[in-house]
């Protein structure tokens, strides 16, 4: 799909790479780009910047998603791409409290359903529409700082196989976008495996024109960072060495993070 005269949704919209998919799809045409975000102003200041219309919604609650798409439906007519950005992260592993794994559930996992419900029936009766995920490398890897941003991932790319597996004859396309890191907010550079995805960090600006390239080939996984794929193809081809690799990598990060510590 051309973005171009294109009526688009973007949630996390106010910052990052929702902003910078904003910005990109704005340049490319789009008719009408709703900067959508928890943060109002955020979403406010974007939307200014690109003449596009900002509506605040907290994407882990069902209502407020609803509302979203039916202001985004009397803003727009009708609504051609909701693209699912926001998202959150949670650093640690079982020691993380059930509150913060539900808030990553809702936030990551739970608000895709909730855009899929309210938009889905609509797009059917145009017989067309596009759901893109901003999912993330940890979806079809793993992320070894946070088992809740790993499981979530992995669920939130989980949700987007099914919606193209169940939708796609019905003229809905879906992509998955899946970056390693992206030099935003959520990088933590105090965080070891965050410093390790330095190595890969790219702009939000290369993951949106990697975005409008992949949903013009309307490519199901999106990858910015095309070293992505060489790493999940050796995860599938051998399932059991691929965990080996990643027990030496998490055992060398702890090391280097001990002695850092220390010194
Ligand atoms: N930055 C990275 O390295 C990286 C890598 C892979 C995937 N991702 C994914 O990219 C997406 C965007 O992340 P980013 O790096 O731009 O982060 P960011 O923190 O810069 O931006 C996220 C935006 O989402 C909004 N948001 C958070 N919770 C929300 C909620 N409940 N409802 C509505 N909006 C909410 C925030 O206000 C913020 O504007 C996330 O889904 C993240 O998991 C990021």
């Not at 939307?47 to 798409?69: M, N």
């Amino acid at each position: 799909m051309d973005v171009a005269g294109r009526n688009i949704v973007v949630t996390g919209g106010g910052n990052g790479i929702g902003a910078a998919l904003c910005r990109a799809f704005a340049k490319a045409g789009a008719a009408h780009v709703v900067v959508s975000d928890r943060d109002g102003d955020a979403a406010s200041q974007i939307a200014e910047e690109i003449g596009g219309t900002a509506i605040a919604c907290d994407v882990s609650e069902e209502s407020s998603v609803q509302q979203l798409v039916q202001d985004s439906l009397s803003v727009c007519g009708h609504i051609d791409v909701f693209f699912s950005n926001a998202g959150i992260t949670c650093k640690g592993g079982l020691e993380c409290a059930n509150e913060d794994w539900q808030r990553m559930w809702d936030v990551n996992v739970m608000s895709r359903l909730y855009a899929a419900r309210a938009v889905v029936p609509h797009m059917l009766e145009r017989g067309e529409g596009y759901l893109v995920h901003t999912a993330s490398a940890a979806g079809v890897l793993t992320e070894i700082g946070s088992a809740s941003y790993s499981v979530t991932k992995h669920a939130d790319v989980a949700m987007a196989e099914w919606l193209s597996v169940c939708y796609g004859r019905q003229g809905i396309r879906v992509s998955c976008v899946c970056p390693l890191g992206v030099q935003t907010g959520f990088l933590d550079n105090d965080d070891p495996i965050h410093r390790y995805l330095h190595l890969h960090v790219i702009t939000p600006d290369e993951v949106a024109d990697s975005v409008i390239t992949g949903m013009q080939e309307e490519q199901f996984l999106i990858l910015p960072h095309p070293e992505v794929a060489e790493y999940f193809s050796m995860k599938t081809d051998d399932h059991d060495r691929w965990i080996r690799g990643m027990q030496r990598l998490r055992q060398k990060l702890t090391r280097e993070q001990k002695k850092r510590e220390a010194a």
